[in-house]
């Protein structure tokens, strides 16, 4: 096989994958609706230029009618590429629309050296965007975190912040005006990674995240990916344990209702003895029965003696 045709051939099984986990994930948690406008996110990196491409793609041949508007916002880093997305877009065809927003400035002056940029910079992200998709009527929020995001966060939560808590596939703001989903929820990062660079889709780096490679996140990464080559399928089960939580086996009293256990063991016992004593009735019914039917066949013998 020619290297054309393997990189066709491995291409179109990627786009196969990824299309599947997507699609299972938005059926799973009923992200897109019959008249939805998206709002797809859109930063320049791999994951981003992915879900935009599927998305694209799953719109082409959907049982439903919904819109994709394509939203990047230009946080004014240094060196900033600005021609690139919109040249991409253009290209493609994609309806879009650049924000232009000094978040870089804040984030540069309010963090303290040394300490981690994502924070301050995602509230900021967030917040801009929340306000222009209610400003454009958009009725969904599409974020590009994968499989491999959610899991990540997952244990940053339970070692820095003490809590059981990832990221949702889909999530209602905070103010209750927005819905937020997250398309490639069940993409693995590798096959995301493969699929962009045979895509080559133009890549803007983030002069933010990219220069703090040992902060948390990034720690995390590496054990979880040290995890995947020492254990093959340790990820996946991790994952699936994120979709199968019982709350009665941990130790959150909000999720779980510990202290009527001893009223919930008692009308367990009433049930039981209540279904016991009607047994015992049936029981009785039935050879009460069976009695008159004995007696009824002896009469009916003597009379026919």
């Known amino acids: 096989m020619s290297d054309n045709r393997k990189q066709t051939f491995t291409l179109n099984r990627l786009q196969k994958n990824l299309r599947r986990e997507t699609g299972r994930a938005i059926a799973d948690f009923n992200m897109i609706a019959d008249g939805d406008l998206v709002m797809v996110c859109l930063s320049g ?7 935009l491409d599927i998305l694209i793609n799953m719109q082409r041949h959907a049982p439903i009618n919904f819109e994709l508007v394509a939203v990047n916002l230009d946080q004014k880093q ?25 978040t870089y400035s804040v984030v540069m002056d309010k963090v303290e050296p040394g300490k981690s940029y994502c924070g301050l910079c995602s509230r900021l992200r ?11 009527g958009a009725t969904k929020i599409a974020l590009g975190h994968h499989r ?47 699929f962009a ?13 990219g220069t703090q490679e040992n ?9 979880l990916n040290e995890w995947g080559r020492l254990y093959p399928g340790r990820l996946d089960v991790l994952f699936k344990s994120i979709t199968n939580v019982a709350p009665s086996h941990l130790a959150d009293t909000t999720l779980y209702d510990f202290h009527s256990l001893e009223e919930k063991r008692e009308e367990a016992r009433e049930k039981a003895e209540s279904a016991s004593m009607g047994n015992m009735e049936s029981l009785e019914v039935e050879g009460s029965n069976q009695t008159k039917c004995n007696d009824a066949a002896t009469k009916i013998n003597v009379v026919n003696i």
């Open 45 to 51: 990196g791999k994951d981003s230029y992915v879900m």
């Open 78 to 102: 240094p060196g900033f590429p600005e021609e690139v997305l919109p040249t991409y877009l253009e290209s493609i065809g994609v309806r879009y629309h650049i924000l232009e927003r000094d």
């Open 126 to 136: 967030r917040g801009n965007l929340y306000s222009f998709a209610e400003k454009i």
């Open 148 to 194: 491999n995001d959610i899991m990540e966060t997952l244990f940053l939560n339970m070692f820095f912040g003490g809590k059981l808590k990832a990221m949702p596939p889909k999530l209602l703001s905070d103010d209750k005006k927005h819905i937020v989903i997250r398309p490639l929820a069940y993409c693995k990062e590798s096959e995301i990674e493969k």
């Open 215 to 223: 902060m948390q996140r990034q720690e995390i990464k590496k054990m």
């Open 197 to 209: 660079a045979l895509k080559k889709y133009p890549i803007i780096p983030c002069n933010l995240c």
